[in-house]
């Protein structure tokens, strides 16, 4: 039974941190605008960043995630789960849209970091 137990763990294990290699997942806890492109859907948005103004001030999570610890990790986790789910299941829109909350985040940095020009 210990055996068993054993196994079935180990298989568990391996299977899991194959998993977690494989979709480089551990890259999304990073603030890397290279782990944007690590899906191929967003390449063009990704190298569009590349040759817009904000490259040289802003990086993805920057506009794309809330500034505050406990929000930016908990949009990341929801993120992570629905684009798992949309990929693994392949149910997602194309062209790729983004969430009426996610468009929120979005308009809300926009407004921080641009307050000297929208502040009336």
């Known amino acids: 039974s210990f055996v068993?137990?054993?196994v079935l763990f180990g298989m568990f294990a391996g299977l899991g941190g194959f998993t977690v290699h494989k979709a480089k997942a551990l890259s999304y806890l990073s603030n890397d605008?290279?782990?944007?492109?690590?899906?191929?859907?967003?390449?063009p948005?990704?190298?569009?960043?590349q040759k817009s103004s904000h490259h040289a001030v802003a990086q993805c999570v920057d506009?794309?995630?809330p500034h505050d610890f406990?929000?930016?990790?908990?949009?990341?986790?929801?993120?992570?789960?629905?684009?798992?789910a949309g990929f693994t299941l392949q149910?997602?829109?194309e062209p790729i849209m983004i969430k009426e909350r996610n468009a929120e985040i979005l308009q809300e940095n926009c407004e921080r970091c641009h307050a000297d020009l929208v502040h009336d």
């Open 4 to 6: 068993v137990l054993a």
């Open 33 to 43: 605008p290279e782990v944007c492109a690590n899906c191929h859907i967003m390449q």
């Open 45 to 49: 948005q990704y190298d569009g960043w």
């Open 63 to 65: 506009c794309h995630l």
């Open 70 to 84: 406990l929000g930016k990790y908990f949009a990341k986790a929801v993120n992570g789960y629905h684009h798992s």
């Open 91 to 93: 149910n997602f829109a």
